[in-house]
């Protein structure tokens, strides 16, 4: 997810991770270990199709994750889904700022997004960006509540809450594994100015041309 130009609790006894201690540090560890990947962009194959479940954890993973922070981190990401560097697996990464200000910073293996109740369900409609579709940006309805549930890279479950835009970053990035861009949820005219803004813009990163 391309970072913005400009909390509800949860089920009793629920308990989220804490992505928010140490972030600057945790997230500078995995880029000085990781290598950075050019991004792939809408027309990819890969970026329209369901990713596969993650079923080793072990070094490679780990690897992939330091990697993906990296690439994040120099295309000045708020959150990068693995297909977006041409792997076809489903993990996330995300180093994102909510509403309040306060940094979140992880990664999601085989993430599913909890299905909201009806009167949690409070759309926000601002902005949205992503790296895979550079230089473009639309108001794109979510709700500004989400639950993700999933697991890390050693396998162990976790589940991520987040509000206002880190919200909209942890539905944008499994939505990217399950093979849908935030263009996909647009209006055929929306849709097409975006690819507008897409054309008219040089991308500020390394890109995967299509063939």
């Known amino acids: 997810m391309a970072q913005q130009q400009e909390s509800p609790s949860g089920a009793a006894g629920e308990v989220f991770i804490d992505d928010t201690t140490d972030a600057a540090a945790r997230e500078e560890a995995h880029v000085s270990r990781g290598t950075v990947r050019p991004i792939t962009v809408v027309g990819n ?43 076809d697996l489903k993990i996330f990464v995300y180093d ?53 549930r999933g697991q890390d890279i050693e396998g162990k479950p976790i589940t991520v809450e987040g509000t206002g835009y880190f919200a909209r970053c942890l539905q944008h990035e499994t939505d990217h594994l399950y093979g849908y861009l935030y263009i996909d949820r647009l209006s055929k005219r929306d ?15 390394e890109i995967v041309p299509n063939d």
């Open 45 to 87: 194959p890969l970026l329209h199709k369901e990713c596969q479940d993650v079923t080793e954890f072990g070094p490679e993973l780990a690897t992939l994750v330091d990697d993906m922070f990296a690439s994040q981190r120099a295309a000045t990401g708020a959150g990068l889904a693995a297909n977006q560097i041409g792997v």
């Open 96 to 148: 994102c700022h909510d509403d309040e200000g306060v940094r979140h910073v992880g990664h999601v293996c085989n993430p599913v997004l909890d299905e909201l109740p009806a009167e949690q369900r409070v759309l926000d409609d601002n902005s949205e960006g992503c790296l895979s579709v550079p230089g473009a940006y639309c108001p794109t309805p979510r709700p500004d509540y989400a639950v993700v």
């Open 191 to 205: 849709r097409k100015d975006v690819m507008r803004q897409m054309a008219e813009n040089t991308p500020r990163y």
